[in-house]
């Protein structure tokens, strides 16, 4: 478990297999979960006016990670989780996206049934 959803504006230019494989892997080495246990999925918008960064310049981009985990973890892990994302992002994308904005979340899951 985690659940983990990742925003790209439409300006990012990426592999978004690449992405996903690269957070992924950033969390399944940070030893708190499984491999196997990360669930990912990666939006980017197929319209521009779905998003819009500043004034709308065309070399503007952003990319918003949300890691929803099982409540109990504590502040110290969070934020560890977050920078490996962070870092995860960084190295993808900032070669071809040089004028990027990232921001990693890491929130409680409030509900989660197996079934």
């Known amino acids: 478990m985690p ?3 990742i925003e790209l504006s439409t300006a990012v230019d990426c592999v978004e297999a690449q992405v996903l494989h690269s957070v992924n892997c950033a ?8 491999l196997h ?5 990666l939006y980017k918008p197929e319209y521009q006016n779905w998003n819009l960064v ?12 949300k890691v929803a985990i099982m409540p109990g973890r504590s ?15 960084k ?3 900032a070669a071809k996206n040089p004028t990027m904005q990232y921001g990693v979340e890491v929130v409680d899951l409030m509900g989660y049934l197996k079934g």
Do not use: C
Request: charged share 30%; proline share 0%; net charge negative.
């Open 27 to 34: 969390l399944g080495e940070s030893g708190v979960f499984h």
């Open 91 to 93: 190295s993808t994308l």
């Open 54 to 65: 500043g004034d709308g310049r065309g070399d503007q981009a952003f990319a918003y990670v």
């Open 75 to 89: 502040d110290e892990i969070k934020a560890d989780l977050a920078e490996r994302v962070m870092t995860a992002l």
């Open 37 to 41: 246990d990360i669930k990912s999925r």
């Open 3 to 5: 659940q983990v959803i």
